[in-house]
């Protein structure tokens, strides 16, 4: 299977996924706009986001695809399927007592996350209210993280990247329709999440099928806790978890200084997030999701060749895609901002505060990308130990960097600091790649760089002016014509930046050759 087919067929789901959740944004912004009501949700919402990251996608992820993979290409169906079981078990048991606790202790987990909140007592009550509606989430977006991981490894990369699509679509369907029949219509939103949480888990079943790996969850946690496989992903998930912690930590601080910025700092924020995190799913989250199994079949197989050629063709990919996104976000953050939330209840000022947090994600975006790419070159050998000490290290970094630019940029200076973190993140992962000799650079680096600085340079001058002769919040008033304006806008700077490329003779072969074995 090719690897750039691999590629375009998890980034199309995944852009599928973004667009609803563009969608799904724009609703949410046009009914409550930036408001106590958002700040609560998004709140509430973050707390069993933080724990998915740290068991599911995260520490979890990071763990078992590894092994798996190890299982399956050395241990034969029966044994990978045993494996499959028993994990599923102890992660089924594991979390729904997590979410009991959850549920009880809601109110102090808010405080933890967004002490800001309290002073607020109707916004503090709902993101308590939505917290205990929501925390059963994290059982079922864990199972589908297992789920994914498992299709993964046997190259199925279809319905795990289209999962999140349903989580959006629940999402619109209740801002539709269930709100404005609830005497809390926000409510709406946590309800939204439980029933994609499951949608998510249940779409994946027919694929599991098709190569008999559906979990079987037990009753006995005790005997799938002591199965082999299962004691290596636990003992190998505990530095991973603290790694993964350390970045969450840093999110939690992040929210809790955000919710005492003022009502509607946490949704301009979140709001940033959103269009951030379109290039870094379509690039970071779907590059490192075909990686992580090719580069641990590559370790398992003793091929260090390929295991530093498939680590190239991600970063020079990356860089080739990231690079431009970034200019945009810093350059055309508010054209972005005002067509795809400048309506309802969402005001001008809103489309400001959003820009600016973006803009300042704009300077950190391929840091945030690269993570993504370089942290499966440790994980597939199990080196956990390194990622540990290069998050301790960011988290100081970003919450230094708060102290000096939260004061000057307010809510931006939060986004700000945490792409700089997240480029202080690459390097050191870099560097620790090269010095382990694990990655070596192929030809023809200092060419490359060369022809994306001039294609950025000159993308960046024409999205300048673009984006200031142009009154894009003004023309609230003429929606359609905004958006065909950002329609066009977008395609222009496509061609700009890859024309520029070509006529500096830029070599695109480069990204077909590389394979899955």
């Known amino acids: 299977m090719n690897l750039f087919r691999a590629l375009l067929t998890v980034s199309g789901f995944t852009l599928l996924s973004r667009v609803t959740g563009l969608v799904r944004e724009t609703l949410i912004a046009r009914a409550f706009g930036a408001s106590q009501f958002t700040d609560a949700f998004y709140v509430a919402f973050r707390i069993p986001n933080l724990l998915r990251r740290l068991s599911a996608e995260g520490a979890f992820s990071q763990a078992f695809v590894p092994i798996l993979a190890e299982f399956k290409n050395t241990e034969g169906h029966d044994a990978t399927k045993a494996l499959v079981d028993a994990m599923s078990t102890?992660?089924?048991?594991?979390?729904?007592?997590?979410?009991?606790?959850?549920?009880?202790?809601?109110?102090?987990?808010?405080?933890?996350?967004?002490?800001?909140?309290?002073?607020?007592?109707?916004?503090?009550?709902?993101?308590?209210?939505?917290?205990?509606?929501?925390?059963?989430?994290?059982?079922?977006?864990?199972?589908t993280s297992l789920a994914s991981g498992v299709l993964n490894t046997y190259r199925q990369f279809s319905l795990p990247a289209f999962a999140p699509v349903l989580l959006n679509v629940s999402f619109i369907g209740a801002a539709i329709f269930l709100a404005p029949h609830l005497k809390v219509p926000v409510y709406a939103l946590a309800y939204a999440v439980i029933v994609g949480g499951i949608l998510q888990f249940l779409v994946q079943l027919p694929g599991l099928k098709k190569i008999d790996m559906i979990p079987r969850i037990g009753l006995n946690f005790f005997r799938a806790l002591r199965h082999p496989g299962v004691k290596r992903v636990l003992i190998k998930m505990v530095p991973m978890t603290f790694g993964v912690s350390v970045a969450q930590l840093s999110l939690i601080i992040n929210t809790n200084i955000a919710s005492r910025l003022g009502p509607g700092a946490v949704s301009w924020i979140n709001y940033s997030d959103r269009l951030m995190e379109f290039p870094t799913a379509l690039l970071g989250a779907a590059l490192g999701t075909i990686l992580l199994p090719s580069l641990s079949k590559a370790h398992v197989d003793a091929d260090p060749v390929e295991y530093s050629a498939l680590l190239d063709w991600g970063l020079r990919i990356t860089f080739l895609m990231a690079a431009p996104s970034g200019v945009a976000l810093f350059f055309f953050a508010v054209p972005l901002t005002a067509t795809l939330f400048h309506y309802g209840k969402f005001d001008a000022h809103s489309v400001v505060m959003v820009g600016r947090a973006l803009s300042a994600y704009g300077v950190g975006l391929v840091g945030l990308i690269l993570i993504k790419i370089l942290t499966p070159g440790f994980y597939a050998k199990q080196d956990i130990k390194t990622p540990v000490i290069i998050g301790i290290i960011v988290l100081i970094a970003i919450q230094l960097s708060n102290l000096i630019f939260v004061p000057i940029f307010a809510h931006a200076g939060l986004t700000l600091s945490i792409g700089l973190g997240a480029c202080v993140n690459a390097t050191l992962l870099f560097i620790?790649?090269?010095?382990?000799?694990?990655?070596?650079?192929?030809?023809?680096?200092?060419?490359?760089?060369?022809?994306?600085?001039?294609?950025?340079?000159?993308?960046?001058?024409?999205?300048?002016?673009?984006?200031?002769?142009?009154?894009?919040?003004?023309?609230?008033?003429?929606?359609?014509?905004?958006?065909?304006?950002?329609?066009?806008?977008?395609?222009?700077?496509?061609?700009?930046?890859?024309?520029?490329?070509?006529?500096?003779?830029?070599?695109?072969?480069?990204?077909?050759?590389?394979?899955?074995?």
Not at 486 to 510: E, H, N, P, R, T
């Open 90 to 143: 102890v992660l089924a048991w594991a979390l729904a007592g997590v979410s009991l606790a959850g549920v009880a202790g809601a109110s102090w987990v808010v405080f933890a996350v967004a002490s800001g909140l309290e002073h607020d007592g109707r916004a503090f009550g709902l993101a308590v209210t939505m917290t205990q509606i929501m925390f059963p989430y994290i059982i079922f977006i864990s199972l």
């Open 432 to 517: 620790g790649l090269r010095k382990r000799g694990i990655y070596q650079p192929s030809p023809g680096w200092t060419r490359f760089f060369a022809q994306l600085l001039g294609a950025c340079l000159v993308l960046a001058g024409v999205m300048h002016w673009v984006a200031g002769n142009f009154d894009w919040i003004g023309m609230r008033a003429a929606p359609l014509e905004r958006i065909m304006l950002l329609g066009a806008s977008l395609v222009v700077f496509g061609a700009l930046y890859f024309g520029m490329l070509s006529a500096m003779g830029f070599k695109y072969a480069y990204f077909r050759r590389r394979t899955l074995q």
